[in-house]
């Protein structure tokens, strides 16, 4: 397996030494294409990449006729933050207190939902599936409604291979187990290397289903402090796994959920290398890495040499979640995950496989794709620009090249827990930082979904930063009127 | 909770009990409907029901115009057959030696799939599935594709809570949980109620999926030794509950796989009363209760007041494998069996969901089964006659009320395993009976798969008695001729 993306990191990760060391500051001019070109010993091309890629994130900017600038650089604070040491033990999980009310309060469908995980029902190719549906079970009868045992559809399976060519992998149908959703992908991936009392270690922030599914499975876990410029912190990893018995890590590399960022090339490289070295197997969830606005960032998968990478995906956040056809590369556990697969539920529904395989393979797959990705870019910019119009000035924002997240920290210390609550009083449900550790951290933190752009949804922003401008005049104890929307 | 079949079964037992005690013999004519009606105090209906269904037992059988007459009982010995009292301890999981080979060849699809466990695919409603899928994406896109976290969709759960009725099951919908198929279900159940090194009680001899699922979780098992007649010995589970710590008892007690025996509805009450007595919860796999030739027997659920029994079920075996649409009534363990799902894997497909319960919903379930339960009935009838003709003689084949199997025990001591291995050289396959324990049992027996019934299928069987035939004449060591067939 090879990386080809790994040239514009290494200009952009040039580029962007020479701001942080100062060497270029706001407003100075960038090397041109050509320059930069020769002096790299790569193509213009490679160069346009990795500018653009800056340019998304921020760091540059074109100006036409005249080249690249510098920008002021992002807002949000790019160190790891600060952590209490003996938080790198390894801890048995129980969950923060905030939890099962999060949960309770999603069953019941707040009006504005912006802590779902998937992108707005409009973008679903609700048509084509709906044809696809139909003509496999009126043709293929047999195939569609018969048990279809691991590994799933050789079908789809062949489309998935196909498909990884375009980040960088290069893997058989033969690599390939289907599963219903990521989320089986990786509690089979668990079952599969952990016992109970076992330590897994991960990023800091985590999304909270994890932690619960872990909590189930009796782990311990170890949260890494992880910044939200290009992840996990390779010497607290290295620090842990010389202290500790790690069975397993978990990451999300590419477009992280809830911090937004993308593991740069070299350090998935390293990370993998670390973890092959110690053999801890790394369980790489991947969900997010096709809703790239740029170029499509490779997994870590790409450079596992010894199969002790497991990744898992699924298409719930690219064509539909309710598709439930999700996928693994289990690497050398491949046969004992076939098994375990087999043993919880004998089989996928083999018409969903069916669909999604035809879906990618007459190429409605790759035209949805390239709509979704500027449609979400530009949510993820419009969700942006009203949070920081409408919430206190100090209110830092993540920005992201993918996925379907802001990450945000409230200015002077004010409580997002709170803001939580007056939020679903108010009919708005986010994502409270609370739910992403088990260590009483990110209370100032929230996670906002940028799934669905509307006018509902800027008015509840608006909302969300009137309550924080109450909270911090003191206010707290204020009548919370119900949200007028719609 | 209540159970409206008992009557019949009261008259059903007086009858076999007259059998069993001599008091009526071979040739003997019954009491007429009208004389045991009064003699019983219940409507000639009941007493009509009862009668019919120890005519499908081969207990009696109607002589137009004359009456009921007691048959020559069934074949298959009634006894429980002997135990070994060691084998009544705590066993861990080893699989029989013939298990990974039967798995593979199951894989590459030999010829003539008598191991199969569902109905033959002519019988799926695809025509109808195929419009209710393409209606429900087309019309209900949002609903068709989102997350549907358990317990899953409220209107599937109201078809199953009021198809509950005919069973005598007065459910709500409120008590059901969907799955991904009844596998899942057992798997949760297990997950819900045991930790590694539990001991869980069962049937002997019982399917061996669930043996492989139960390894897979690192349980223990007691096999305890039931009849092929009306289920398990309670004397045995009595003294094994006075003597192990039994963490859940798992039962097939409708149309059971593999022996295809029904618990009378005393044995059930009974059982339900003993381990609850114990505080032993019941994982109940109802999956072959609609699958009935006469009244459809009642499952243990009815008779559960404490909670503690968790049904497990699915429409794999009615409507089509692939639909992958089960469910739970967890009774008790409802919160941590709705949250393990959501955490294993979030949601099953809604849209499937969707399908079934519009299948239910209008009318289409119940005339499908009507025909599916005629056609199975006939098959089962004509497999049994064809094993009974080309075997040799003393074999001994069971005759169930409903469900998919005859349990065979050959003659003479004849090797089953043996008759497999040349049976799979030529393109047949069966599941031998060493699979179904873990005590080197059952040797001697076989189980065939009555879901399918053509020529090729008669042909097969013509073959597997040939072969039975040679091997007995000590010709084991010839030269297999692959089956011509089609």
Redesign the interface.
Known sequence: MRAKITRYEQVSRRIRHLIENGALKEGDRLPSLRQMSEEMQVSINTVKEAYWRLENQYHITAVPQSGYYVRKQPQLSQAHAPVDPTQLDPQEISLCQIFGAFQDVG?STPEIRLAVA?MD?DF?P??K???Y??????YQ??E??????APGSRELREQIAQQGLSCGLDISPDDIVI???C??AI?LALMTIC??GDTVVMESPIYF?LI??LR?LKLKIIEIPTSDDDGISLETLRFVLDNHTVKAMFSIPNFNNPMGFTMPSWKKKKLVNLLARRGVPLIEDDIYGDLCFGPRPEPCKVYDAKGEVLLCSSF?KTI?????VGWMLPGKYADQVN??K???????????QMVAARFLKEGGYRKHMRRVRQQLQVQVEALRASVLKYFPSGTKVTRPDGGLFVWIELPDGLDADLLYRKAVQAGILFAPGTLFSIHNRYHHHLRLSSGTWNERVEKAIAHLGRLCARMRNGRTDDRVSRLAVG
């Open positions: 069953k998937h029902p679903w609700a048509k599936l709906s044809r549906f139909q003509e496999a079970a009126l009868p047999e569609a409604f018969t048990y279809l045992i599963t219903n959703g989320q089986e509690f016992e109970p289903s619960d599914l189930q719930s539909a979640p309710g598709l439930r098994r375990l087999t043993l919880i539920n004998i089989s996928n529904s083999p018409i969903n």
